[in-house]
């Protein structure tokens, strides 16, 4: 079942046009990762599909049905991001509280888990959170409502590596034990590659791509050769990236060789190993910037 | 009108969030009401044994309208910030809720903070009767009847109703399009000059203030402030929250 | 969560029913003894309050509408007796006697204080008297309400007279405000202030000090 459906959504504030188009399709259960670079439209999206935001123009449908004030799909969504603010002088465990009457699918006694697994006391006021500890909070209130579709917006600002790690890793697991769609934007997408089921690739407010993982791992390689074997190779192929160094050349382009390159490349002893995810999407997305800086160089 | 399940769970939090909010409004300011009535009962009684005239004492009930409304004015204004909206967007709810909520959170408000009050006549009362009891020269003036403290209750209430609902109307306006609205308002101000605009507002006045039934005033008030907060909330319909 | 919300309602039904019905000393509805005179408005009215500070105010001044009656408000503890009272009507002259044999005011001075109710109530007729302040303001002893149109001829110790018609005044002192002061007015007395009045023709103000304002 399509959970969210996009069609031409286009979003413009003033004569800044923050989502051009945007089209794509997300089914239902499965964690996605919405990677762009920064101003790409990616929290203007979510914000979007929060209910926040009214498209400007184009369609944006969540469970077939437009989202902008509707509460019946505003109920089944839950949006963090590091901006947002919980009652400031309240108690944790009030907050919580909070979410049992808000959410209908809140699952209390994995919130209370969640906030001694992170060692936040609940007597302890929002205001009096560290920017790290407001993000664990925002968190777990975004994994205890467990709405069908859970927005997080760079969710693990603030944290360090090792309480990164263990919010992937509860995620993951709860995930596995309630499954529903889980959109995630970040930039950290090497930490969140063994996370997601799909990326949705998004440059200056138009989805570049939106491929599964796995295809994503296998959608780049680089190739190590001598010049004259390689520079002439590549010319016919889409090309990522190319670094001369001497007689050697590095190559980045897309793995659509048929056998025969392979084994013509083999045969010239030219290495070839993968583009990391990452990579890809930095590639896919590269603006002049590259040029001036080169320039700079 | 049928509400669906996500509507009155939406509404019940909201409104559940903001009066536990607010909780300490309806005890807090009360005390302080009748904390300064007391003291100044005490000190009218100590300035009258050392033969030092005074005025008059203001009551809790006549000092009590003024505060709640002048708490209620700050709640309805803080209630339609672009701040506050946001934080009640964080939660699921939409526009409908957000309006709905918010006026019923005015009423039970206006209303528990006045029974606050009430509550603090009371003691108010008992404290003149002690001193009455220790020294006989009182005089307790008291013409209060539990039909007028009934009364004034629900006039006081539904008065306020009127007033959170147009400052809530004049502030949503202010949100959403504010040179708009500053203009406006200027422009009436400016009309005051114009006899027929004053006569026109002093008829809308005393469609209220002559009228000399407590039941028909009420209902022209709460009516009256029912469709000035609807019309308060059309900005709300299409504005989009900036979280 | 109920119990937190029934607690304080059962604690204020308690408080309220004790105060209720607390006993207390001396317990009035008011401060005055108020007598409404009737009187013929075509002839002018002669308020003869000789050693009493008085402040004389028409009713639409105080009340939004005017009325065609008297009322007379006597400040009842100063009264060593029951005031005797009444109106000539002939000449629509009123006199309250004795009122003025004030008690002493130095070691038994009472406490007063007044129970307010909702201010709000002011509007309605019936609850006006509870609304009111039971003081006379100003600190006077005796408060007059008249019509707005009726001359006057007045006699006390001091005099507030506000938005009256004046025929003759005589007092120690006089405040007189929005006041029509007639032609041949007639004010003796050793001082008068005046403000925002008309003062008519050959008026006759006979006091030490006299102090005019500018009318409106």
């Given at each position: 079942m399509n959970v969210i459906e996009c069609r031409k959504l286009s979003k413009q504030f003033g004569s800044k046009t923050?989502?051009?188009?945007?089209?794509?399709?997300?089914?239902?259960?499965k964690i996605i990762g919405f990677i762009g670079r920064n101003g790409a439209g990616k929290t203007t999206f979510l914000k979007t599909c929060a209910g926040f935001l009214k498209p400007t123009s184009g369609e944006l449908t969540l469970w077939g049905e437009k989202v902008f004030d509707n509460l019946n799909v505003i109920s089944n969504i839950t949006f963090i991001d590091e901006e947002i603010q919980y009652e400031k002088e309240w108690e944790l465990g009030k907050i919580l509280m909070l979410g049992s009457l808000y959410y209908k699918h809140w699952d209390h006694v994995y919130a209370q888990k969640l906030l001694k697994h992170f060692e936040l006391n609940e007597k302890l006021k929002y205001s009096k959170l560290s920017r790290g500890m407001k993000t664990q909070f925002n968190i777990i209130m975004g994994l205890a409502s467990r709405s069908p579709l859970t927005l997080m917006d760079e969710p693990t600002l603030g944290l360090d590596a090792a309480v990164r790690k263990e919010f992937y890793s509860i995620l993951l697991k709860d995930y596995a034990e309630n499954p529903r769609t889980?959109?995630?934007?970040?930039?950290?997408?090497?930490?969140?590659?063994n996370l997601l089921e799909e990326i949705v690739l998004i440059h200056e407010g138009s989805a570049v791509l939106h491929k599964p993982i796995e295809e994503m791992q296998e959608y780049g390689i680089y190739l190590n050769g001598k010049k004259e074997i390689l520079l002439p190779f590549i010319e016919k192929k889409e090309v990522f990236s190319t670094e001369v160094l001497g007689n050697s050349v590095i190559?980045?382009?897309?793995?659509?060789?048929?056998?025969n390159e392979f084994s013509y490349l083999k045969e010239n002893n030219t290495d070839i190993s993968k583009i990391s995810v990452q990579d890809i999407c930095i590639y896919l997305t590269k603006s002049d910037r590259g040029e001036v800086l080169h320039e700079i160089g | 009108m049928r509400l669906d399940n996500n509507f009155k769970r939406a509404l019940k939090g909201l409104v559940i969030n903001k009066l536990v909010s607010y909780k300490h409004t309806f005890v807090v300011y009360p005390l302080i009401v009748l904390g300064i009535s007391l003291l100044g009962m005490m000190l009218t009684f100590i300035l009258n044994r050392m033969n030092i005239p005074t005025g008059s004492v203001s009551g809790v009930l006549s000092f009590g309208i003024t505060f709640t409304y002048i708490i209620m004015i700050i709640l309805t204004i803080s209630s339609s910030t672009r701040s506050e909206i946001k934080k009640r967007f964080v939660y699921p709810i939409n526009r409908k809720v957000y309006a709905a909520g918010n006026f019923i959170i005015l009423t039970i408000c206006s209303f528990m903070l006045l029974a606050g009050m009430l509550a603090a006549s009371m003691v108010e009362m008992l404290a003149a009767k002690l001193i009455a009891v220790f020294y006989p020269s009182t005089i307790l003036v008291d013409t209060v009847t539990i039909t007028s403290l009934l009364a004034g209750l629900w006039v006081t209430f539904s008065y306020a109703m009127l007033l959170l609902s147009?400052?809530?109307?004049?502030?949503?306006?202010?949100?959403r399009f504010k040179i708009r609205t500053a203009a406006i308002l200027i422009v009436f101000g400016l009309m005051f000059i114009i006899p027929w605009w004053r006569s026109f507002t002093f008829d809308i006045l005393s469609f209220f203030i002559f009228e000399q039934s407590v039941i028909i005033l009420s209902i022209k008030l709460l009516l009256t402030s029912s469709i000035v907060y609807w019309i308060g909330c059309l900005p709300l319909k299409e504005m989009e929250v900036n979280i | 969560m109920m119990k937190k919300i029934l607690i304080p309602i059962i604690l204020t039904l308690c408080l309220s029913v004790v105060a209720l019905i607390f006993p207390a000393g001396q317990n009035t509805t008011s401060l005055y003894k108020s007598?409404?005179?009737?009187?013929?408005?075509?002839?002018?009215?002669?308020?003869?309050?000789e050693k009493a500070r008085i402040r004389v105010l028409n009713w639409e001044e105080f009340y939004g509408t005017d009325r065609e009656y008297v009322?007379?408000?006597?400040?009842?503890?100063?009264?060593?007796?029951?005031s005797d009272r009444y109106v000539d009507a002939d000449t629509a002259h009123i006199k309250l006697k004795n009122f003025v044999e004030f008690k002493k005011t130095s070691d038994n001075q009472p406490f007063v204080y007044q129970m307010r109710p909702w201010i709000s109530l002011f509007q309605f007729d019936k609850y006006k008297d509870q609304?009111?302040?039971?003081?006379?303001?100003?600190?006077?002893?005796?408060?007059?309400?008249?019509?707005r149109n009726i001359p006057l001829n007045i006699a006390a110790e001091d005099i507030i007279a506000k938005g009256c018609l004046l025929k003759s005044a005589k007092s120690s002192t006089a405040y007189i405000k929005r006041c029509r002061v007639m032609d041949n007015?007639?004010?003796?007395?050793?001082?008068?202030?005046?403000?925002k009045s008309s003062v008519g023709k050959n008026a006759a103000l006979k006091y030490d000090s006299v102090k005019i304002e500018a009318e409106d």
């Open positions: 923050a989502l051009k188009e945007l089209s794509f399709t997300v089914n239902d259960n889980i959109l995630i934007s970040s930039h950290l997408l090497s930490e969140l590659e190559a980045g382009i897309k793995n659509d060789l048929s056998q | 147009v400052i809530y109307l004049i502030n949503m306006f202010i949100l | 007598y409404k005179l009737e009187i013929d408005p075509a002839k002018p009215l002669t308020l003869d309050f009322e007379v408000k006597v400040y009842d503890y100063l009264l060593s007796q029951k609304v009111v302040y039971d003081e006379l303001a100003e600190g006077r002893d005796v408060e007059i309400f008249v019509p007015f007639s004010g003796e007395g050793k001082a008068v202030q005046i403000e």
